[in-house]
Every structure is written in structure tokens, then in C-alpha cells.
């Protein structure tokens, strides 16, 4: 029987409490859709004088893209680099839609109240450059 007692999951009358959940990820096009949009807008986002200075990066997580702001540590050793995350986008199969989330001063996420939401990517960018409230660049 699956889990394995001892796991944290007893059967309770037979039945297993909490099932794992299971995490969708996105598919190999997926992916290549994700990284030709985000991926460019990360190269374009810095000019290339002064992409030793600030750049851009972004990981992929389950059903989430978090874009980075990366900068050289201070006082670190050449080549050593700070990585601060600052727009994660999470998409929802059942509405299709991408929610758009913001890094507070606290370390948490949370949901970007003008436009919470967005149909694709690009549009999701298009929110996060329009931000007038400085969550994203202030």
C-alpha cells in the first residue's frame, strides 16, 4: 500500500489522509514558448553596457516563472553575484490565465492588485513594465 506506513501518512479506516498533490508542469513547447518570450525580455530589458552592472534571469518552478534581478555581491569577489527575485508568474490551467505576483519587503509574495491576472505572457510583461505603483522597478 502507497505511502509506506511510517511516511506521515497512516491509513485512517482504510483510507490515506492527505494524498500527495500533484504538481502539473509545463510541457516541452510550453517551455520553449515560456523561454522565447521571458528569455528575450530579460536580454532586452538591460542594455549591453550595463549588463555587468544589473541584468535579468528567470527560472521555471512547477507552474510558476520568477524573474530575477541579478547584480554583481557586494563586496564579493569578482564574478560573485547577487540574484533577488521580483515578478513570479503562476499559471492556472483551469482559467488559463497567468497571476501575477510581486516579491514585498518581507520576502513574501503577493498578488499585484491593479491586474492580477493576465491571458499570456507577453501581456503579464507589458503589466509589470506599466507597474505606476513601483512594486516591480520602484
Known amino acids: 500500500m502507497w505511502p509506506p506506513l511510517g511516511s506521515g501518512r497512516e491509513p485512517l479506516n482504510g483510507k490515506i489522509l492527505n494524498p500527495p498533490l500533484t504538481i ?7 517551455l520553449g514558448d515560456i523561454d522565447l518570450t521571458i528569455g528575450q525580455w530579460c536580454l532586452d ?3 549591453p553596457e550595463l549588463k555587468k552592472q544589473v541584468d535579468h534571469d528567470y527560472e521555471v518552478d512547477g507552474q510558476s516563472v520568477t524573474i530575477f534581478e541579478v547584480r554583481p555581491l557586494w563586496r564579493g569577489q569578482p564574478g560573485q553575484t547577487t540574484r533577488r527575485p521580483f515578478a513570479k508568474f503562476r499559471y492556472v490551467k483551469s482559467s488559463e490565465l497567468w497571476h501575477i505576483y ?3 519587503q518581507t520576502g513574501k509574495w503577493e498578488s499585484y492588485e491593479p491586474a492580477s491576472a493576465a491571458c499570456g505572457l507577453e501581456e503579464a510583461l507589458d503589466i509589470i513594465e506599466l507597474d505606476t505603483y513601483g512594486c516591480f522597478f520602484g
Do not use: A
Not at 24 to 30: G, N, P, R, V
Open 102 to 104: 510581486w516579491m514585498r
Open 45 to 47: 530589458k538591460v542594455p
Open 24 to 30: 502539473m508542469t509545463f510541457s516541452i513547447e510550453d
